[in-house]
């Protein structure tokens, strides 16, 4: 995705300065072009590139004979000239319970958003952008950031010929200077499917959402328009404060705010809807979702969010890999979260939780949930954490968030496909292994579910699910909960040394307790 823009000429090469021209009677002052820019998606902003154009002509006088006698000086200001050329500025766990839905303990990853300790790499690996007492949070840092984008502008305008050509163009008294930047109309209207045409299309249907526990805790996270009917997409754990007797507001990229209520929320699968209140004003436009099944690595990808309460922020990267298992936590003490993950390095920071995750034809492909921290371990959810993007971000997929979207607006409570057994999950890279026990001294099996009817026992390790490779406890999770109950899946398991295959009947279990 790129906006392709041409210039007109080639600026003067940078380090140089051109001589000034011979007097002549009309000597045309010669005008570089508008710079062009190619927006890249990847990991990282790409450092401003020369304009691309036709060469160009020398400067009108630059190549004349030196007449006889010096011609008397123009009435008026001189030509303006271009400045000199600048620098570059430099630019994973204990038991799993039951299979159907229930950690003793589990590794997590630190999820972002809304935190109820509300303070980055605080008790539990919280990831949270704060709420602040009085002010929004971007109001509350809106000096330090206009501060920022200044600074940025000054230091764009010294790289030589790359970002625009300035004029000073001096009154007669000498007493004024004015500063003109010369447009290019290609670049001022944004091709279809870059980036800020993505991102102007999306913006509108993204709010910034602030949850306020009854006891004053909460914070900031994101959320995008579902439907017609107020209905808004986001993460259970930006929620999550607010859901008992708590404060939900919404706002919108126009600066409108609206009340709103949780309609349902499911923990497992960290997805949550709320619905606004009272917008019979509101400009609702749901995001078009797009289809997670297709998606390949190397895809282009967009975030928006409001990371640490900066609303509307858009970032760009790639999907970095596919079906990635991912056991997350919002630091509540509640169970935790289990995806089967698109991982993107599109800058993902605390406060983009819940926000969209879209692909180059502005659909939605997932819903930014999570980030790897990095600990002394390296692993999800490490003690020491780094408080920012280090460009691993995962996001649930959006067909298995659209599933639980509507389960939870038809009854409010989700629905988890499950096995009904016990498995490990401490033991990694060998696969699942059903346990000896269950929670309190029950069956690891449950006689008479799935898992018992298709003939699997305790000590059998579980090591694929239809084509996908089962290398963990949280990783049979995660698989199981892409699909739904009554889906029939071939699990392939070893015992004995033996490898084997069974086809199981997935069942449900309703509701997070």
Known sequence: ?????????????????????????????????????????????????APIGPPGEPAAGSGLPEP???????????????????????????????????????????????????????????????????????????????????????????????IGYWAADREAGGDSTTISALGNPKSESRAPGSVSDIAGKALPSVVTIEAEGSNGEGGTGTGFVY????????????VASAADNGKLTATFSNGKRYTAEVVGRAQGYDVAVIKLKNASDAKLTPLPLGDSDKVSVGDATVAIGAPFGLSGTVTTGIVSAKNRPVAS????????????????????????????????????????????????????????????SIG???????????????????????????????????????????????????PAVVPGGPADKAGLKSGDVIVKLNDTVIDSGPTLISEIWTHKPGDKVTITYKRDGKQSTTQVTLGQRKGDS
């Open 329 to 388: 936590s919002d630091g509540g003490g509640g169970n935790a979260s289990y995806m089967s993950a698109l991982q993107t390095d599109a800058s993902i920071n605390p406060g983009n939780s819940g926000g969209p995750l879209l692909n180059a034809d502005g659909g939605v492909i997932g819903i930014n949930s999570a980030i790897q921290s990095a600990g002394n371990g390296g692993g999800l959810g490490g003690e020491t954490q780094q408080s920012g």
């Open 227 to 238: 439907d017609k009917q107020g209905h808004i997409l986001t993460n259970n754990h930006v």
């Open 392 to 442: 691993l971000g995962f996001a649930i997929p959006i067909n298995q968030a659209k599933n639980v979207a509507q389960q939870l607006i038809k009854t409010g409570e989700p629905v988890y496909p499950v096995i009904e057994a016990t498995v490990n999950m401490k033991d990694t890279g060998n696969g699942a292994t059903i346990a000896a026990n269950g929670a309190g001294g029950t």
């Open 1 to 49: 995705m790129s906006t392709e823009n041409e210039g007109a000429a080639v600026p003067p090469e940078a380090g140089s300065r051109p001589a000034p021209p011979a007097p002549h009677p009309d000597p045309a002052p010669a005008v570089p072009p508008a710079p062009d820019f190619k927006p890249a998606v990847g990991t990282a902003p790409a450092a401003p590139q």
């Open 68 to 162: 006889a006698a010096p011609a008397p000086a123009p009435a008026g200001p001189p030509p303006a000239t271009p400045p000199a050329p600048g620098a570059d500025p430099a630019r994973s766990g204990a038991w799993w319970s039951e299979a159907d839905g229930r950690p003793q303990d589990a590794s997590r990853a630190a999820s972002h958003g809304d935190a109820h300790e509300g303070t980055p790499g605080g008790p539990g690996g919280v990831w949270g952008a704060p709420l602040p007492p009085s002010d929004p949070p971007a109001r509350k840092r809106s000096g330090g950031l206009v501060a920022a984008l200044l600074a940025a502008v000054l230091v764009a305008g010294g790289i030589g010929g790359g």
